[in-house]
């Protein structure tokens, strides 16, 4: 593992390791004074059997790195992962309720000890204050069950999210053309869970599309997780062709190897997975898709994103030979790229993804919230700006936390129709 990344993991297990203790003294306090299914005499060895089990997999992150470079055994990390996610998340909410009632109780110590007369909460109120830990602690199992569901089923809820769009530059030959984006398929995440996903293909061919467009990302770091895939994916059926481009995943940067050979080997390996699964995988370029005598230009980039990913997208170049007044289709897999360049272009429609909506939020009717809005201002969805269209995918498969939670898999349909 890189010093840097240990470092993190190192600092994260001295936080968890913290919080631990709060919420172990949280949890004592709640049980103090009563035998209530002996929860003084069976909780430190619960608590702490949990606990050390979390310990040993960050450990076993950080010392045994180097084996995730077999994609066998992302198994474990995902496991361990997303064991820590799954317990962490419900101790961090009990501690905000038990640091609350610990300022209460504190904040009462010290008015106490200035002028007793004042104290309002002696005695029996303090004893009361429980009821704040004990609220936290019921609490505490809502995102418990969330995050046990998300990685259990909601991994695999694949949502078909569809939407209409109407063009003027788009040829009548293509009015109700209808298009299937799937992006993010990080597929060394699935491990051998092929029935899940053979049903999220066999929905996307029931949706009769005519265009598949996979926006980037088809592995996790390394070219031998597609072993077994291929033939899976390659059902995927549309009536005037597949076309893919690269996510910042597809490049390798975050595998270890011994050597720059054996990167360029890999690279060129998910490359050649996407044209084993039937994508036309578009390097910088653009082509034009044809019906009934008229056309408009599809074009595909690298990948192309802000905050340090990388920026091998050459969008001039993809648009070389592009009629300025043809209706245009861009892939490109980092949804920044669309406002630090696409808006300065005539692009219609822009399709990414790489943002995986976190794999977390909430999404009710129309409203939808994330964490990772705060960080892409285009994040899951359809936007538009004038007449410029962007969607962004939520993504197919998932990485680091094996699950979704009110973020759901997406595949999505779209139907282009002619205003011309």
């Known amino acids: 593992m890189r010093p840097q990344v240990a470092i993190v993991f190192s600092i994260t297990l001295i936080i968890f390791l913290l919080i631990d203790f709060y919420v172990y003294k949280g949890l004592k306090h709640i049980g103090s004074g009563s035998d209530f299914l002996n929860w003084q005499k069976w909780l430190p060895y619960a608590y702490w059997t949990l606990s050390v089990v979390t310990y040993v997999g960050v450990l076993f992150m950080i010392l045994g790195s180097r084996s995730f470079s077999d994609p066998k055994n992302y198994v474990y990390f995902y496991g361990f992962f997303g064991f820590m996610i799954l317990f962490f998340v419900p101790k961090l909410v009990f501690s905000v309720f038990h640091l609350a009632e610990d300022l209460i ?34 609490l505490a199992a809502i995102p418990f069950t969330g995050i046990l569901y998300g990685m259990i089923q909601g991994r695999f809820n694949f949502k078909v999210l569809e939407h209409k769009l109407s063009f003027k530059k788009l040829p009548k030959a293509f009015d109700g053309l209808r298009i299937v984006q799937i992006s993010d398929i990080h597929i060394g995440s699935f491990f051998s869970n092929h029935k899940p996903v053979e049903a999220a293909i066999a929905s996307i061919n029931q949706l009769k599309p005519d265009l598949i467009f996979f926006t980037g990302d088809l592995v996790n770091n390394y070219a031998k997780e597609t072993d077994g895939w291929i033939d899976i994916f390659s059902k995927l059926e549309a009536k005037m062709g597949k076309y893919s481009i690269l996510g910042n995943h597809d490049y390798g940067d975050y595998g270890q190897y011994d050597s720059e050979e054996e990167k360029t080997a890999n690279f060129e390996g998910v490359k050649q997975a996407n044209r084993d699964m039937g994508f036309r995988l578009m390097l910088n370029e653009s082509l034009k898709i044809q019906k009934d005598g008229e056309e408009f230009d599809l074009i595909g ?21 592009v009629n300025p007044e043809s209706f245009k289709l861009l892939l490109s897999h980092d949804p920044s790229h669309w406002d630090s360049q696409v808006r300065d272009t005539d692009i219609d429609l822009t399709l990414s993804g790489h943002t995986h909506g976190m794999q977390f939020g909430v999404e009710i009717g129309n409203f939808k919230w994330s964490p990772v809005k705060y960080r892409y201002p285009r994040w899951a969805g359809l936007y538009r700006e004038s007449e410029q269209y962007i969607h962004v995918n939520r993504g197919f498969g998932y990485i680091g936390f094996p699950g979704r939670v009110g973020i759901m898999p997406e595949i999505t349909l779209i139907e282009l129709n002619s205003q011309a």
Do not use: C
């Open 301 to 321: 980039v690298e990948n192309w994103g802000e905050g340090g990913f990388h920026k091998k997208g050459d969008l001039p170049k993809a648009l070389q030979g």
């Open 105 to 138: 109780r504190a904040g009462n110590w010290m008015v106490y000890k200035i002028s007793p007369t004042l104290n309002g909460l002696e005695g029996t109120g303090i004893s009361r204050m429980k009821f704040i830990s004990q609220t936290g602690l019921a």
